[in-house]
């Protein structure tokens, strides 16, 4: 049985066509995948992301506890503030990519992957050890995240008032990038952060279950007039490969490092010790076996797909792990992994498509990048 | 609501046939376009080639997936159309005209016979 959000009832009210994912069954488009893309680009839109999980760290030795077993340093985030981060086993591998919130001294809330939440929550109970109080509250939240360059310009209607917790802002436009503020709606408290996975500017806010149609409904009714459109699966798939950011299971998994995939930025192998920084600070100073690679077609193609072969110089190197058709720029793009040698911008590569090979050159990442 | 010509007959698996003499037109239905929306690639078999009912010839894809065309038809491809490759959006705009896929001739007439009427594959997309 597939598991619904507590929006449900309103994607079929809105004719969202579902689909399954991660054990969830959840809108893939309302119109198309086109349209919907095009609206956060150019305007804004609004995706259903209760799937995903929030996960609560607490007490005193919380904040030594997540630098053990994340990857970026949590003792630089001040209060209201959070970071991209990884959560890897001893040999560097990916068991999640999340977000890390402070909301105070002692207290954190992790964004986790819906497919991952088991996997995630049995990992830090064995971690922990009983050091920490941790709470899996990912059954009672929901969440819905609000992305465009229009956002900004309804926010404030739709969620008025100072935060009261978190970051000191007297408006939710007033949050920067990456941080975090709660604030009271219909008499609740909701989490609201400036972040998102479109490549957009743009906002994220987790409400209690029985909230969330509130606010998805207080948000489409306020942004409607700035062209706000509800978006699905689809388009946050093509939104999030334009903008090169990664997706588990697809860039990431058990069996690939940080390092490996490109985003050793968000690994602080000086912060003491953590779970697999042995192996990251060894490939960090010595180079990877695999390198995660973006790439665009440059042959008229159909679109390249996860598991395509990638080619270089007459042989196999490598695998397509994420590709679509930009809406953006009308063109095949993707990732890809490769030997590193051949993980250099202007490589000139071929991504083997039904039998036949068409070019593609390895570019510099994000593909799209807001200006 | 899609889209069902009356004159037109259908296969199940939602490509459309066209018949002139023994020649058939063969494209993909205003539901399989409305299902698969954005679609931004259309390929197409080569001129001559000989198919059999229900083989897999032509493929379209839209921005989320490939899907297989199959021929409801056995016979030679005598013509394919390039406009459709060239602008993939036709399939979309206009299904069950500009945006046709091929031309074949019936080795077969006979299993013509065997595809569904716009009655039944109005009932068959529920509508």
């Keep these: 049985m597939l598991k619904r959000t507590s929006l449900y009832a309103a994607h079929q009210k809105l004719g969202g066509k579902l689909i399954e994912f991660g054990g969830w069954e959840m809108p893939v488009q309302y119109t198309s995948i086109t349209d919907e893309h095009l609206a956060v680009r150019n305007a804004a839109g609004i995706f259903d992301i209760s799937h995903m999980g929030e996960f609560f760290v607490g007490g005193a030795g919380a904040e030594a506890f997540l630098n053990s077993v994340l990857t970026n340093d949590v003792r630089k985030l001040p209060v209201g503030l959070g970071q991209y981060t990884l959560m890897c086993h001893e040999r560097g591998g990916v068991i999640d990519d999340l977000y890390a919130y402070r909301m105070n001294a002692t207290d954190f809330l ?15 109970e064995k971690q922990n050890a009983g050091r920490c109080d941790l709470k899996n509250l990912s059954a009672q939240f929901s969440a819905v995240a609000v992305q465009g360059p229009r956002v900004k310009e309804f926010i404030d209607a739709a969620f008025p008032g100072s935060a009261v917790a978190g970051a000191e802002v007297k408006k939710v436009s ?15 408290t909701i989490y609201i952060s400036r972040t998102g996975y479109t490549g957009e500017d743009g906002f994220e806010i987790v409400a209690p279950n029985e909230k969330i149609e509130a606010v998805w409904n207080r948000l489409l009714t306020v942004g409607q007039p700035f062209g706000l459109k509800p978006a699905g699966l689809g388009a946050r798939d093509t939104l999030r490969t334009e903008a090169c950011y990664p997706l588990y299971g697809h860039e990431l998994d058990e069996n690939t490092t940080p390092i490996e995939a490109g985003v050793g930025f968000f690994v602080s ?30 042959d008229k193609s159909a679109p390249p797909r996860p598991h395509y072969a990638i080619w270089a110089n007459g042989a196999p190197v490598g695998e397509v792990v ?3 058709q930009s ?20 490589t ?16 510099k990442k994000p593909i799209y990048k807001k200006s | 609501m899609s889209n069902v ?12 046939v066209r018949v002139s003499g023994d020649i058939a037109t063969v494209g993909i239905t205003d539901h399989a376009q409305a299902e698969l929306t954005d679609i931004v690639f259309v390929e197409l078999p080569t001129v001559g080639r000989k198919v059999k009912a229900g083989e897999a010839c032509a493929v379209v894809e839209s921005v989320k997936t490939a899907s297989d065309i199959y021929s409801p038809v056995s016979g030679e491809i005598t013509a394919v159309n390039a406009a459709a490759a060239d602008n993939p959006a036709l399939v979309n705009t206009a299904p069950d005209t500009d945006g046709w896929f ?21 009932k068959q997309i529920g509508g």
């Design chain 1, 322 to 324: 994420s590709g679509t």
């Design chain 1, 269 to 298: 192998l000086d912060k003491g010790e953590f779970n697999g920084r042995a192996v990251l600070a060894e490939q960090k100073a010595n180079g990877v076996k695999k390198k995660l690679i973006t790439f665009k077609m440059t």
């Design chain 1, 327 to 346: 809406p953006t720029f009308n063109v095949g793009i993707g990732m890809g992994y490769v030997p590193p040698e051949l993980a250099v911008v202007d």
């Design chain 1, 110 to 124: 992790l964004i986790i992957n819906a497919s991952r939440i088991d996997e995630d929550v049995a990992w830090l």
């Design chain 1, 174 to 188: 007033e949050l920067v990038k990456n941080q975090i503020a709660i604030f009271i709606f219909d008499y609740v």
């Design chain 1, 348 to 363: 000139k590569i071929e991504i083997e498509i039904r039998g036949k090979r068409f070019a593609a050159v390895v570019v």
């Design chain 2, 102 to 122: 091929f031309k074949i001739k019936l080795s077969n007439p006979a299993e013509l016979n065997a595809l569904l009427s716009p009655e039944y594959y109005k």
């Design chain 2, 5 to 16: 010509p009356s004159d037109l007959k259908y296969a199940k698996s939602h490509e459309w």
